[in-house]
């Protein structure tokens, strides 16, 4: 197509938006604008926040260009206060698509992270758009701030903490995969953005 001037105009790639897509309607929080019925939620600087129901939909509309989660691979049971607490890893269950990066526990330094699947290894990783998670999103809230600190530009986290993991995702009759098994050589379990800067 050519202008007034006769030069080829230039057509947009991104495709208009439904303005009823999850894109488009959804509440997005942060530190400088915090959701104030969630109390007790720390908000972490550079760390985007929306509901679960949201996180969700826009999981759906394939928003996100990878799904982190935090959690071992195998389950495990830790001490709750004198009661043991089942902690169920990625194989038992996990949303479809997303990549193990078991950093547990969360509160692990960023210069002793080592991801399962190491997307820290790469820019172009830490420039795409993540949504990490793990079972009630208390762990993972402090995973976010963590990769922040490793020079992630676009982490999305569910909130309030407590009340917006795996779990949450499970019981609310989210798609989950039951039963997988980690092989760190499948094509699905290499996401392309690690190799996209090698020779």
């Known amino acids: 197509m050519k202008s007034k001037n006769g030069k080829k105009s230039k ?10 897509s999850a894109s488009c309607t959804r509440n997005v929080y942060s530190v400088l604008d915090p959701n104030t019925s969630w109390s007790d939620h720390p908000f972490h600087t550079q760390v985007w926040y ?16 990878y799904v982190l989660d935090i959690r071992p691979l195998q389950d495990i049971t830790i001490d709750n206060a004198g009661t043991p607490l089942l902690l169920e890893g990625w194989e038992t269950f996990h949303i479809p698509g997303s990549y193990p990066i078991n950093v547990f526990p969360p509160d692990t330094p960023a210069t002793e992270v080592e991801m399962l699947v190491d997307f820290a290894s790469s820019n172009v990783c830490k420039d795409a ?9 208390i ?18 986290a569910a909130g309030p903490q407590g009340s917006a993991g795996m779990w949450d995702w499970k019981t609310a009759g989210y798609e ?7 092989n760190a050589m499948e094509p699905r379990l290499q996401p392309a953005c690690i190799d996209m800067c090698e020779a």
């Open 11 to 20: 057509t947009s790639k991104t495709p208009k938006s439904d303005p009823t």
């Open 50 to 65: 929306h509901t679960l129901e949201d996180i969700y939909n826009l999981w759906k509309e394939d928003y996100f260009d």
């Open 129 to 137: 758009r993540i949504f990490v998670h793990c079972w009630s999103g």
């Open 139 to 156: 762990s993972g809230n402090m995973v976010a701030k963590t990769l922040i600190e490793l020079g992630f530009t676009n982490v999305h």
């Open 176 to 182: 989950v995969t039951m039963g997988d098994t980690f």
